[in-house]
């Protein structure tokens, strides 16, 4: 029996053997929580850029869209191949629909939205019904396998269907996630009415657009943009017929009663067997956010606002403020979030001397080495320039050991404190601001390889989270640092051509600011989902700054910030008064 599949020696009761399409699943199951190997890249190379290999490129890319060098490499094949269509070999058609559906949605093409999104509708419901198909069959009670659990029949049979109900349950999480991704879009089958309710009102389908305005409602019935709609609706309708007798579509008020009959079953399990159950998709919309076409307000000039599709926005864990104090006069406030086209974003000057920054590039000069803070990679992000870094605690060792000025090293302890209590100032936290990464870094363009440069020195990403330009979202999950609250980038020097600090949409391609660095100027961020950025390429001469990510969560603190601050503490105790700046006592051990 040793060779055979676990179910075979399941109890009678359970079936004799496993349906073909149960082991089918579990493979499926498998095969998606790994993640994705480099064999798209290894065969892009070694395949001599075939078409094949392009496409288990892209594939592998869609699935780990923070992949930087697969997407370097994608992008060379589109320069040598010419125009290209790069199929995703995991997508999932109704996603891929609706993807397409929201895009033409955006450009206003309504009537190629529509088309786009009953599309994406009809194959959502029929990747519903063989998902819950996927669940028959016998099923494995893993977190029983550890114990000789000997259950009796009733028992057996219990356990048997609720894995059942669990599993296609789960569906509505699964039919919602993107392939290589581990949360779902949030609200997922309900925004397709919200877009389609609008869309036909656009192309003059009321009847159509009151029908799925009232669907939309069955998951969110207490919307008020949408209860408007549909009042604004009915009316458009009065004349002709009676709108009381166009109902919601049937097929989502299954669904939903389904659903909800499920959950109920789910919780009274919960409870009577002693499970553990969590609702797999939170059905909540108020993380949405309206999103208006260009045009639509000066087009509904004559009636009443109409509330458009919506779309997730990046999601937020605290309360946003800003325009706090700066703290040191010499500090000059040049834009905050609004003028930076954005949320979370201020421009500041000054917040180093000339002096200081020349300090700082000695320093940087006998400290950093090539790859450091890139896990030895000399050309992380592009092969056309080299990145070279060192963090606090490794100049402090070198300025004690005399290697380099310690009074310099100092320097860059004092500096990155002095950019952690302006940027906690300015935002006005609640909670202290913690470092959870310091890391002084210079990229040098490489001669000889400048001409023509397509590529960016560092491609558009988020700090907390996987950007995913196609599906519009930043996923929050690994391996992004998704603890990271705070960024903030202080330049050092200008002495070089190219390597513009640039804010992105969530599309990675439209650019909302550009900002120029130099001696002195910062730049400071929240690192979510809602400031996606990247730096321009450097196409001459070197570009120094200090990178500063920070927390609000002590359990993520920078422990080589923690040892600086006991050799920084070392020292004053050696020499008091050496600094201008104290240390953070919150940060201190």
């Known amino acids: 029996m040793a060779g055979f599949p676990p179910c075979v020696q399941q109890p009678w009761w359970l079936g004799p053997r496993c349906p073909r399409h149960t082991e089918q699943w579990q493979v499926a199951k498998e095969i998606s929580s790994v993640v994705p ?20 490129a892209h594939t592998f890319f869609m699935a780990n869209p923070e992949h930087m060098e697969m997407q370097q490499d994608i992008e060379n094949y589109k320069t040598l191949a010419g125009k290209v269509h790069l199929v995703d070999r995991e997508a999932k058609p109704h996603m891929e629909n609706y993807s397409a559906g929201v895009k033409h949605y955006d450009r206003e093409e309504y009537a190629l939205a529509i088309e786009s999104l009953e599309r994406a509708l009809r194959g959502y419901y029929i990747a519903d019904v063989e998902c819950r198909v996927m669940c028959e069959g016998p099923q494995r009670f893993e977190e029983y396998e550890y114990l000789e659990y000997k259950a009796d029949l009733y028992e057996a049979i219990a356990d048997h269907y609720m894995q059942i109900l669990v599993c296609q349950h789960e569906c509505v999480r699964e039919l919602a996630t ?10 997922y089958l309900p925004l397709h009415y919200d877009y389609l309710q609008f869309a036909y009102y656009r192309v003059g389908e009321y009847m159509k657009a009151l029908e799925c305005a009232k669907s939309y409602l069955l998951f969110h019935p207490d919307d008020e943009a949408v209860l408007e709609n549909v009042d604004y609706y009915q009316s458009l309708l009065e004349e002709t017929m009676d709108p009381e007798t166009i109902k919601a579509r049937e097929e989502a008020a299954k669904f939903l009663r389904r659903h909800k009959l499920e959950s109920d079953l789910l919780q009274m399990g919960a409870t009577g067997l002693g499970f553990g159950y969590t609702e797999p998709v939170t059905t909540c919309s108020s993380s949405l956010l309206l999103r208006i076409p260009s045009g639509a307000n000066s087009e509904l000039a004559d009636g009443p606002t109409l509330s458009p599709g919506k779309k997730p926005a990046p999601k937020m864990d605290r309360e946003l403020r800003e325009g706090g104090s700066l703290l040191y006069g010499d500090v000059q406030f040049i834009y905050n979030s609004q003028q930076l086209n954005g ?5 500041l000057d000054n917040v180093i001397s000339e002096e200081e920054c020349q300090e700082l590039r000695t320093v940087a000069n006998g400290i950093m080495l090539a790859g450091d803070g890139y896990r030895g990679k000399t050309s992380p992000h592009t092969p056309n320039e080299k990145f070279e870094g060192a963090t606090v605690l490794k100049a402090l060792k070198f300025g004690y050991e005399g290697r380099v000025p310690l009074k310099g090293a100092r320097l860059f302890y004092d500096v990155s404190e002095k950019a952690r209590r302006i940027v906690e100032s300015y935002f006005l936290l609640n909670s202290t601001l913690y470092f959870s990464y310091t890391h002084l870094v210079c990229r040098t363009a490489l001669p000889g390889q400048q001409e ?27 391996p992004a640092y998704t603890f990271r609250d705070y960024s903030a980038l202080l330049y050092m020097n200008t002495d070089f051509e190219g390597g513009e600090f640039i804010f992105t949409e969530m599309d ?25 950025h990247g730096v321009k390429a450097v196409t001459k001469g070197q570009r120094c700054a200090v990178a500063l990510w920070f927390t609000l969560d002590p359990l993520y603190r920078e422990l080589e910030r923690i040892q600086a601050d006991e050799v920084i503490a070392t020292l004053d105790q050696a020499h008091p008064g050496a600094s201008e700046l104290s240390i953070n006592p919150k940060d201190e051990l």
């Open 343 to 347: 949320t979370q974003r201020v421009l």
């Open 508 to 532: 990675a391609k439209t650019v909302t600011a550009s900002i120029k660095p130099k001696c002195g100027r910062m730049i400071s961020f929240s690192s979510g989902g809602e400031n996606p």
């Open 37 to 56: 190997s480099h064999g798209g890249r290894f065969w892009l190379v070694v395949a001599g850029h075939s078409p094949e290999a392009a496409d288990a």
């Open 452 to 478: 023509k440069r397509s590529d960016l020195s560092h491609p558009i990403h988020a700090d907390n989270c996987l950007l995913d330009p196609e599906a519009s979202e930043c996923w929050k999950e690994p």
């Open 178 to 187: 993107r392939p290589g991704r581990l949360s779902p879009i949030e609200n």
